[in-house]
């Protein structure tokens, strides 16, 4: 230490302290610091540096080693090429990345920067010092960026990002692809989408993206072919206004969406809205009219007629045809505001929703109602037969606060009277018809419980020939006692036949009458020759086992087939032709005999009753009485009888009530006679009685007659 010009201590430093200082300072850094002389070797490595390369050891790492030991044999020739410039270059610095040795890798290798100075001249230094900075973690990120930057092309994903002006800062692939030269002719600040997507951008999006840190949402937008597309966005806008957007394209899914509600609520047949939709909309549609004081809606309940016989004549193919014509032109004739729905089957309904209409809604229901009907007056094509279609059309008007599903029950209550009314007509919804249908369910359920309770009963009508008057069979005949009072069956077969109690009733009639007839054969003897007749329904006619259900009957009961009449009405005959036809051949084939009941009510002929194979014709009553005062009904029934006798039939006539019907009937030739005159129905006692003391033509009937 000494003094200079007394004003304070001075510190002078020799080389080695100097060195000593330095290697110390050097030593706290934390990059790698080594000094190379001019052929390369170590001369100096800084604590960092020492355990870097020495693994902790440092007589691993010390002076006097290559430095091109510490370098990749892969960066070398690129190193030693950078170096020799800089050898040239006294004070010059270069900067290079390469790949040095550390005892910490797995592979022993690390990426670094290295920064290099040459202070060969220096007289302390007297070498290259270069430092060392580690770039693993630079390198890292940067593969990770490559990574990411290629699953951000790759991704089907639309992904931009914007600055606060608009202007694009990078798009990936399938937003290009998307955009395509939008991307590119779009003005710097202006965002490149179209007019209208871009008004929403910027209106709609960007103003809640920027109050709530993002948006998300679907928009519809245009691709460069100018087919719109719908997109699900993603609008995030950062601090500084930048606005990153992603967008998924789900058209498809939005398609197949709507698709699927679409199926949901719509006929697959003739595309016309179903009950889902008609539920939705008329419940609807009883809303909006229930504040007014005078409701504008009506409901229609359109029921096709006779379309059974379509399908089974000419097959479910033109059926489905029939169908599908039948909703065109009835889609054609309505008005515009009102809906047009198939429930299903043969059966539609149309909601007339008139809210701004004066007329009254009865002449508005009236109107459409006949335009439906006009609009089948032109017969519809199927496979080059010309078709005549009807229809049967229920109304109900809205009325104080009745549901959307009263207003359906009222008009299918009006098409059922329609239909039972002769078809091919209007009803209107009247309280009696609530009033019967309540009373039919009633009667149904009663129905449940007589059948359970052995209230139902067979009677007995007795057959007579002609002209011997002898008894020749009974035809058994459904009755219910009730209390002690027989019910007629008017009132309730009808509603037995509108449910499966017909079916129960029906087995219970054919086997009680098989077993009856069995025991008046062993009673009467001389009665062997007695047959019995069993009407059968339109629904026990169609169930596909009927032919097993008369086999075990009689197999049950022992009696021989031929002793059995299964009695048809004309009108269950021509309601399923095919189901009909294989019934009646599988039970001609067990040798029992047919009868077709109510000749001449229906739409058959004679031909179609030899294709049926029916051996009997029962006229109906209705021509019988007609005989008294009536000479074309007397006509009818020579003809039937003539025409039968032809084709190897006999003839019974019903409805017998007068000695004069049943002398006329007699002279006329018809083969045997039931009726009133005859004998009423009856329970089997009373017809055992009647086997005993047989007919007395002069009307008076041995027995209680069944009221």
């Not at 290559?66 to 410039?85: F, K, T, W, Y």
């Not at 990936?172 to 179209?194: E, I």
């Not at 950062?238 to 679409?262: H, P």
């Not at 007397?634 to 017998?656: H, K, Q, S, W």
């Amino acid at each position: 230490m000494n003094h200079d010009d007394g004003t304070g201590p001075t510190f002078t430093l020799t080389g080695s302290d100097l060195r000593i200082a330095s290697s110390q300072l050097l030593d706290t850094l934390p990059d790698a610091i080594v000094v190379v002389g001019p052929d390369l070797n170590v001369t100096y490595l800084n604590l960092t540096a020492r355990k870097v390369f020495g693994g902790g050891d440092e007589n691993r790492a010390q002076a006097g080693i290559s430095g091109l030991d510490l370098i990749h044999p892969e960066d070398r020739a690129h190193v030693l090429e950078r170096l020799a410039q800089l050898l040239d270059q006294p004070g010059g610095h270069m900067t290079a990345d390469f790949r040095v040795a550390h005892h910490d890798e797995p592979d022993g290798w690390k990426p670094v920067e290295a920064n290099c100075t040459n202070l060969l001249n220096d007289p302390v230094i007297q070498g290259l010092v270069v430092s060392f900075r580690d770039r693993k973690l630079e390198h890292v990120m940067a593969t990770s960026a490559q990574r990411l930057g290629r699953a951000l092309e790759r991704t089907s994903d639309l992904l931009l990002l914007h600055d606060r002006q608009g202007t694009l800062l990078f798009a990936n692939a399938a937003a290009r692809s998307f955009l395509g030269t939008v991307l590119t002719s779009a003005p710097n600040g202006g965002w490149p989408y179209s007019e209208r997507t871009t008004e929403f951008m910027t209106s709609v999006i960007l103003p809640s993206a920027k109050s709530n840190g993002s948006w998300d949402g679907e928009v519809t937008t245009a691709d460069t072919s100018g087919v719109e597309h719908v997109l699900s966005l993603v609008v995030s806008v950062d601090s500084d206004g930048t606005c990153v957007i992603t967008g998924r394209d789900v058209t498809a899914q939005r398609r197949y969406e709507s698709d699927l509600t679409f199926r949901a609520t719509h006929d697959a047949l003739t595309g016309l809205p179903n009950r889902a939709a008609l539920v939705e909309f008329l419940e609807k549609s009883v809303t909006d009219n229930a504040s007014g004081a005078n409701p504008r809606l009506a409901v229609l309940f359109v029921d096709l007629d006779r379309f059974k016989l379509i399908n089974d004549s000419l097959g479910h193919h033109y059926g489905d045809q029939m169908l599908t014509s039948v909703a065109e032109r009835f889609q054609a004739v309505i008005r515009q505001p009102d809906m047009l729905v198939r429930l299903g089957g043969d059966e539609f309904v149309v909601i007339v929703n008139d809210a701004t209409g004066t007329a009254p809604m009865k002449e508005v229901g009236a109107e459409i109602a006949a335009r439906l009907h006009s609009s089948l007056h032109e017969p519809i094509m199927l496979g080059g037969t010309p078709v005549f279609g009807s229809v049967s059309i229920g109304i109900a008007i809205q009325d104080g606060q009745l549901s959307g599903n009263d207003l359906l029950r009222r008009s299918d209550l009006a098409m059922f009277r329609a239909k039972t009314s002769g078809r091919s007509r209007t009803e209107w919804f009247v309280e009696t018809m609530a009033t019967e249908a309540e009373r039919g369910f009633a009667v149904e359920s009663q129905l449940h419980r007589a059948l359970d309770a052995n209230e139902i009963f067979v009677a007995y009508q007795p057959v007579i020939e002609l002209p011997s008057t002898g008894v020749i069979g009974f035809e058994a005949l459904v009755r219910w006692r009730r209390d002690g009072e027989v019910i007629e069956p008017a009132l309730f077969l009808a509603i037995a036949q509108e449910s499966e109690l017909i079916m129960r009733i029906d087995s219970f009639v054919l086997n009680e009458a098989c077993q009856q007839l069995m025991r008046w054969s062993a009673e009467f003897p001389h009665h062997q020759h007695l047959h019995i007749a069993v009407n059968l329904s339109a629904r026990q006619l169609a169930r596909g086992d009927l032919v097993d259900v008369v086999a075990n009957a009689l197999a049950q009961s022992g009696l021989a087939a031929e002793r059995l009449v299964l009695e048809i009405t004309e009108g269950n005959l021509m309601t399923d032709l095919r189901a009909t036809i294989a019934a009646l051949e599988g039970i001609r084939a067990l040798g029992v005999q047919l009868a077709i009941d109510d000749f001449g009510t229906g739409y058959s002929s004679l031909s179609y009753l030899q294709r049926f194979g029916a051996h009997t014709v029962k006229i109906d009553r209705t021509f019988i009485e007609g005989t008294d005062v009536n000479e074309p009904d007397t006509r009818i029934v020579e003809a039937i009888i003539g025409l039968a006798n032809t084709f190897g039939m006999t003839t019974v006539a019903e409805g017998v009530e007068t000695l004069e019907q049943f002398e006329r009937v007699k002279a006329l030739g018809c083969g045997a006679a039931q009726g009133y005159l005859l004998g009423r129905p009856m329970p089997a006692d009373e017809a055992s009685s009647v086997l005993v003391k047989g007919i007395d033509l002069s009307g008076v009937l041995h027995g209680s007659a069944i009221h």
